[in-house]
Structures are given as structure tokens and as C-alpha cells.
């Protein structure tokens, strides 16, 4: 089965302003599994690339929250899901393109990211 999953920046990642439960080591273990990831923020998509290059964590995508729907066009996936921390942005956005949503805490408790087992 394939999964995808697209995470906001702020308030959701480590790295975000402010700071959120999804670390850039969570995002590599999803990604050992095989999981389709990417960045859907309302920072320029180029910030967003910057940022992945800056913590050498590969991606497959970066867009905005707007073009979540578009992702389901650009990659053959099962499941697509996002994790965001707004409920008028982020779940919104993510109902309205059908992909399931996580807050940032339970993605970071959700074993597709869980690392070591932990």
C-alpha cells in the first residue's frame, strides 16, 4: 500500500515558527518506509525547499495548503494524508482535497512516524 503525507511547516514541524511535535526525524523514518512526503505550507515554495535542503531531508513535494488536491493528480498513492495545526487552514484544506488529517501530536505519536519503535 502507498501512502502519502504532507506536513505544514509552522506549527507543526520542529523547524516551523513556532516550533511543532513533527521532527525532521520523524519525516526520514516515514520515508525508510517508504512514505511519499512533502511539505504543504503558506511559505513561498521555494523557502519550503530550503528549508528540506537545509536539514538534508529529501522530499517529493512542496506546494501550497491550497494545492493539496493537486498532489492527488502528481502521485499514484493509496492513502494521502496531512498534518497541519489549523483548523480553518490545515484540516480544511485537507477534507476539501479528501485526505485524512492529523494534528501535529498525534502524527507524532502515529506509527508510520514513530521512530525505533519508540
Request: glycine share 8%; aromatic share 12%; proline share 5%.
Amino acid at each position: 500500500m502507498s501512502i502519502l503525507m504532507s506536513f505544514d511547516i509552522d506549527g507543526t514541524m520542529e523547524v516551523g515558527d513556532p516550533p511543532g511535535a513533527v521532527t525532521m526525524e520523524m519525516v526520514r523514518n516515514a520515508r525508510a518506509r517508504g512514505i511519499v512526503t512533502g511539505s504543504c505550507s503558506d511559505r513561498p515554495m521555494s523557502t519550503q525547499r530550503a528549508i528540506w535542503e537545509e536539514y538534508g531531508v529529501e522530499y517529493d513535494f512542496v506546494c501550497y495548503k491550497h494545492m493539496l488536491p493537486d498532489l492527488k493528480d502528481q502521485f499514484d498513492a493509496d492513502e494521502f494524508y496531512h498534518v497541519g495545526d489549523r483548523d480553518d487552514l490545515d484540516r480544511k484544506f485537507a477534507i476539501r482535497a479528501g485526505f485524512g488529517f492529523f494534528w501535529p501530536d498525534e502524527a507524532a505519536q502515529h506509527p508510520l512516524l514513530l521512530v525505533d519503535g519508540s
